[in-house]
């Protein structure tokens, strides 16, 4: 049975995770796209609606990740689409607060989680009633 394409957006502003997370995950029959900055992101949103977005919360250049999030939850069209927040950050705080905010389903520290472990967490939003 053929699997359904999915798309994903991934947003960090370091080019290689972008390149590396392009590379996994262009191999399970998914459209993926990067952005660098969050105009970028929002440029890339205003154009598709992904079924999942990876995002890092350290992007620098104008608005941030907050901008970001901002920008998908005033969007009828996108706020429901989960965000995987990938981050170096290991801040209670800040998790508590962006898991209470509706967008962000997961907070994953970069240094904790392998790819594989990744694959697994984002397949489990794609394709919620498959295991792989």
Known sequence: ????????????????ILNTLKKQFET????????????????????????LIILDLLLTRDDGSTGILDFLQSDVNLKNVPVLALTN??????????????????????????????HKKVWGYLEPEKDV
Request: charged residues 30%; negative net charge.
């Open 89 to 118: 950050l290991d801040k209670p705080e800040l998790k508590e607060m962006l898991l209470g905010q509706g967008s962000v389903k997961e907070y994953l520290i970069k240094g904790n989680l392998s790819l594989d472990e990744l």
């Open 28 to 51: 399970w029959h998914t459209d993926i796209f990067g952005a660098s900055t969050p105009q970028e992101a929002k440029d890339l949103l205003a154009r598709l609606v992904p079924d």
């Open 1 to 16: 049975m053929p699997h359904p394409h999915h798309t994903i957006l991934v947003i960090d502003d370091d080019k290689l």
